[in-house]
């Protein structure tokens, strides 16, 4: 069966120090990947995706994302947070047939 | 608009109302999606169109779920009955391309249900 599994349900970490967020996926094929951010009262805000080509990445806000095949896994970095990084964030698989297959979010805690 | 715009941003209903959710997308996208995220989880799909056509209704979870897009713009989600089960954020997000491949998410509609 399709699905994404994003292990951490909270992380905390400081300001300026690194971020990593965990996602893996069941998907038979290819994948589309992507990862969203979705603030307080906010709409859902693509940070960055994969269709193909360069498994590495880059997207919005400094973010980088990398697509390892062997690991199923598409794990979001970014080397400094800030506070405003607050928020939670999605990963999602794109399917053949349009479809999203989401996460259940992780949501990011920033100490001062 | 420059953006998804959805209304009304929060809505109480008592159980058994009707509600319907409204989705203005970006002038000239194609693809429609609806979205169910119950609290402390991702999305769920609900439906999909491209322009006025539904092509996928698969994820409404009863028939009480109405959806319609009739001049492939404006889309109408539409509850009938209301239970308690269906009080959640529901999302609208369009795409100026056919599929989901990038999507600009309305901030979303919360229903409560009481």
């Known amino acids: 069966a399709q699905s994404v599994t994003q292990p951490d349900i909270h992380i905390t970490v400081s300001e300026g120090a690194s971020l990593e967020l965990r996602c893996n996926y069941s998907?038979?094929?290819?994948?589309?990947l992507f990862w969203y951010v979705q603030s307080p009262g906010q709409g859902l805000q693509l940070l960055l995706k994969?269709?193909?080509?360069d498994t590495l990445v880059q997207g919005i806000k400094g973010f980088e994302a990398e697509f390892k095949r062997s690991q199923s896994s598409f794990n979001l970095r970014k080397p400094s947070v800030h506070w405003s990084d607050a928020a939670e964030y999605f990963c999602a698989v794109g399917t053949a047939n349009y479809q999203l297959i989401w996460g259940a979010g992780t949501k990011l805690i920033i100490k001062p | 608009g420059a953006g998804v715009s959805q209304s009304p941003r929060y809505k109480v209903a008592k159980r058994g109302q009707d509600v319907a959710l409204r989705c203005d997308p970006i002038s000239g996208h194609v693809s429609l999606f609806w979205y169910q995220q119950a609290l402390g989880q991702g999305p769920e799909f609900l439906t999909y169109?491209?322009?006025?056509?539904?092509?996928?209704k698969s994820g409404l979870p009863s028939d009480r779920f109405f959806a319609e897009r009739p001049e492939g713009s404006v889309s109408t989600l539409k509850i009938q009955r209301t239970q308690q089960e269906d009080s959640a954020v529901y999302l609208c997000a369009t795409s100026e391309v056919s599929g989901a491949n990038v999507l600009t998410f309305g901030a979303g509609s919360r229903l409560t249900v009481l």
């Open positions: 169109f491209q322009n006025e056509a539904q092509l996928d």
């Open positions: 998907y038979g094929a290819t994948p589309y």
């Open positions: 994969y269709f193909s080509g």
